[in-house]
Each structure stands twice: as structure tokens, then as C-alpha cells.
């Protein structure tokens, strides 16, 4: 999330000069009678209170100030859940009103620019925030994405709200509600209120209204190869589409020309962001980038890529356990379509990268790790973790990776094991992998962290964890891995991509598994499937016994020490030691984690 004062507001001693506000006597300049106040020791609720009238921002200057960073505060200024209203699309010099709901006495307000700097900063009572705060926007505010953060400590909301352009001719009349932004037209043409700007980063932002929604609760927007070009013409390197969604909209589709995606970089990352759910997606992935993908993209005509929310998962692969599992959670849908058909996945690994906006419940803040979004595999009518998924604070969402389209729910699933509840140092890794479904107890209660992993169980973890695809089936399989064994399929898999040798004769699959070969292993399956982490800085050598790792394993454990994802103790590898459990899931843990997408 991007910064974000929280809690109080005695930053106004240090930062008056650099944060613009309006000159109505509001609670934020009450702020300044605590100038020797430090963040630790103030209590919100001890700031007074003014009710101001409706505030004119066009008083506010420009400056490019910048947004507060979160910092400590005390119990006392702790809040529960905030919720906040969205105020739907403005134009500019229109009243915006900031509303929500908040159980503590008085929390603090920002909305930021565009371009991420504050506009205007408040504390508000708990009443105020209830009944709503009028807001005057500046005349000459910038088109483009307003975000409203409100909250204090590690309790806050956050939502967005666009900024358009009148169209040409339209005055808003004294007493009466503005008219909605025009939509897009059905030739394909941007809407008059249609903006397109660019961000720091470079970033191709277009801002529009869509059609009014269909009785299914679609809205739908073209966009034009006219307005891609310009974005184009940028030498953006992503595009971001930001409908203004609706009334009653439940999901959003956005059509656009094949031929001019195809011609953009392949890497260029097309974004939609709608209130449901951010999509991340490269170009290329849009209209196919295997070889009889690109052969037909000549022929390719539009691409539809959608954004649905359900209130309640549906079909017989759900059960009732798992109904409750997700309820009051989101579920969305994340479609693609070229020419009408549907594309049920691509060639990039976890090239679909999505976004679920959430506010988790104080239980599930404490176990965050048990956070997971599953996909709803209709057509093979099964319930599936996502393995690369997980609650990000900052953003306040839970962030998944996959190469698939289809139904996702967010869910949470905490499964802890009677052996590990006193403080096991393994407990939060296994509860991690455990709701994503990489590994399982040997009972329903005990987990026997410190139990040798069998070579077979260790394969098996490494194909759920990465799920690497299988490779040409070797002529012969090991003879001691038994076609009806639960691992057969796993060590099959990890034989045909070389992960597990490939002569055809045993692998010793009920043998304890050693660590230098635990990691040889993982080192393999990472490689096979096409993995690439960022290195880290711990040689091989740092570690006393180095010297016992024999040669076969020097060069994957030397990758894997110096990605950081291998701990010794008291500075030794151990490589000739069993592997326990617990230490199998807590370096596939690491792993994962050091895999995880940047923000």
C-alpha cells in the first residue's frame, strides 16, 4: 500500500510546509496544538473537534507532496474493521463525499493524486466519517485514479475513485446531479470522457465509463486500436485500463482489436483494474504466443478479456465444507476470449498475475499465512490451492500467480498439528504449505516434524510445490517404484525431466532422503521448471563442512546457498543427514517464497 499516515496526525509539526490543506479550520490543522507530540504518545482521541463545512480544495496548491509513512502507534489508537463507500466518478471542481463505517472515535482520512501525492489529509470523528464529508475538488484536477485510505495502525480501507473530463459543451447545472461520463461508443471510438495519461513509471493509464451493465450485471467497453496507439506511441511498456464502473455493475469486459496488441512487445503488460480484481497479463499471452497461436493471429480479429464477481461459488465440485470455507469471501472470474472462444490457459508460467482486494479478520492476521485463493476447476470438477498465492498487507489483497483463466475464491484454510503447537520453529511453514496443499500430516493430528522424508515424499512434495510439466517418458522406469504406489506418477514425472536420474533402475524410494540430496533434488526441479530466482550471498564455503558435500552436489547446493533459502546449524550443511520433515517444508517454504511476485 502506498504510504499512509496512520493513527495520528502530530506529523504536522515536521512536515506543515510539504503537506497542502485547505484553510477551514479542519481537525488536521487542530493537529498542530500537539507540536512537541511524537506518533508513539499520541492518542487520536484526544485531538478535539471542529465539524467543518464542505471543504473547497481548489485552494490547494500542487506541490508534490509526499504520502505519510506508516509508523508505530499505541494500543489506544488501535481501530477494528473501516469500511469505506465508494464516491463513484467525479469530475473535476464536483463535490466528492467520503463516507464509511468505523468502530473506533476518530481515524485519519488521506486521498492521493494520481500521481500519488496527498491532496487533502484529515482526522475525522467517527460520527463525521458516518455521515459523510463533503469535498470540493480543484477545477484544474488531474484526470485519472484518486485512492481514498482511511484507518489507523494495521486497521485501514482503501479504495479508489476516477476523475474525468466533461465532455465538450457539458456544464453542470446549479441543483442537479451531474450526468454520467458518456460511454465508450459500440464503433470502437473512446468516449468523450475518455483520458489516457502516463505515470512515473511509465505506465499508459486509460480512464473511461463503460456501457451500462446488461441485466447479468456485465459492463462492457471497446477500445479503440486508435487509443492503444497512442498509448503505444508512449513507449509504455504497460497499459493500464481503468473502467469507471457502474451502478450495479457486477463484472467488466473489455474488447479490444487483435492486431493491434499483437503488434505491441510481447512483454508489454496489459493491466485491468476494476473493483474486484486487478489482472496483470503480457500482450503476447493475449493473442497466443505458441507456435500455432502465432501462426493464426493474422487471422485473429478481438480479444475479450474479463473481470466477474460472484456472490456465492456454485456447482457440484463444491462441497459444504468448502462453501463455508470461502463464504463472505471473494470469488471472481478472470476470462479470456479471442474471436468468442475461450482460452482455458497460456504458455507463461504463472504469467497471469491478479490481485483480490481483501480485509481479513483479526484471526486471519495472525495466521496470514493460511490465506490462500483456490481455483474452481469446473471442468474437472475439482477444488484447487493455488500454490503462488498469498495476503500482502501493503496492498491489502491476496496476490495469486497462475497460467490459468476460470473461477477463484480467496480462502482460509489454518491447519495446525497437536506436535507442533509448542512454538515448533517449523509450525508456520507447514501451516503455509498445508493450505495450499503441498503437504499433509501423517494423521489428522500429528505431523512428525521430526521424522525422516522418504526420497519418494520428497518428490512428491517438489512436484506439488512446483509443478513442473512432465518431460518425454523415459523407455524404462525405475523397477522399484511400483505403478500402483501413491508416488508413482511424482517420480515418474521427476524421471522424465532428469530430476531424479533416468537410467531405469531403482531409485530407493522408501529410503530416507539425505540433505545434500534433498537439495540436489530441489535444485533440479526449479531448473526444470524454468524458474530463474534472484541470487542471494551466502557461499558454499561459509559453512564448516563444505568439504563432506560430495561432487555430484556441489553445484546445486552452491545455487541454493547462494539464493539463501539453505540454513545450516551452528554453521554446518550436514549433508550426509536424513532430512526431517520439518526441514523438507521449511526449505520448499523459502523457496516459494523467494518466488513470490514483486509489488
Known sequence: MRGFLIGAVAFAAVLTSAVPVSATGSAYMQALYFPDTTLAQLDVSSIPTTVSAPLDLSNVTDAASTPLLSTDIPEAAAAQAVT????????????????????????????????????????????????????????????????????????????????????????????????????????????????LHQLPDGTAVLSFKPEKPDASGLAQAVISAAILEQAKALKARSIRLEPIMPEGATGFEALMPAQELASWPADTRVELHTTFAKVRIPAGELTGSTPEEISSKTSLSKISLSVNRHSTATGAMITPNQLEVIRDKPIVDILLKRDGQPVHAISARNGITVELPYSPTQAERT????????????????????????????????????????????????????????????????????????????????????????????????????????????????????????????????????????DGQNFHPEAAVTRQDMMVLTDRVIRAAGIRPASSSTPLNSFSDHTQVAPYAQESIGRLTELGVVQGTGGQLEPLRPTTRAEAAALIHRLLTRLQPEL
Not at 494520481?114 to 475538488?137: C, E, K, S, Y
Open 84 to 195: 469505506l463507500e465508494s464516491p463513484g466518478s467525479r469530475y473535476t471542481g464536483e463535490t466528492v463525499t467520503i463516507r464509511g463505517n468505523t468502530s473506533l472515535s476518530r481515524i485519519v482520512v488521506q486521498i492521493l493524486r494520481p500521481n500519488q501525492t496527498i491532496l487533502w489529509t484529515d482526522v475525522i470523528p467517527q460520527d463525521r466519517f458516518a455521515a459523510g464529508v463533503p469535498l470540493t475538488l480543484p477545477a484544474d484536477a488531474p484526470y485519472g485514479t484518486y485512492t481514498i485510505l482511511a484507518g489507523s495502525g494495521t486497521h485501514r480501507a482503501e479504495l479508489v475513485f476516477q476523475v474525468v473530463e466533461r465532455s465538450v459543451g457539458q456544464e453542470e447545472q446549479e441543483g442537479e446531479e451531474p450526468e454520467e461520463p458518456a460511454p465508450a461508443s459500440e464503433t470502437g471510438e473512446p468516449a468523450p470522457t475518455a483520458s
Open 367 to 502: 495466521h496470514p499465512e493460511a490465506l490462500v485463493v483456490w481455483s474452481l476447476m469446473q471442468e474437472k470438477d475439482m477444488v484447487k490451492p493455488v500454490i503462488d498465492s498469498r495476503y500482502v498487507p501493503q496492498t491489502g489483497s491476496i496476490i495469486f500467480r497462475t497460467s490459468s483463466f476460470g473461477t477463484f475464491a480467496a480462502a482460509y484454510t489454518l491447519r495446525f498439528y497437536a506436535d507442533m503447537e509448542n512454538a515448533h520453529w517449523a509450525k508456520s511453514p507447514v501451516a503455509a504449505l498445508a493450505a495450499r496443499g503441498v503437504i499433509q500430516g501423517v494423521s489428522e493430528r500429528e505431523f512428525a516434524p521430526d521424522q525422516p522424508v522418504t526420497r519418494a515424499d520428497y518428490v512428491l512434495l517438489l512436484m506439488r510445490a512446483f509443478e513442473p510439466a512432465a518431460g518425454e517418458q523415459p523407455d524404462k522406469t525405475f523397477r522399484d517404484v511400483p505403478a500402483e504406489s501413491y508416488y508413482y506418477e511424482a517420480v515418474a514425472t521427476a524421471q522424465s525431466l532428469g530430476i531424479a536420474g533416468s
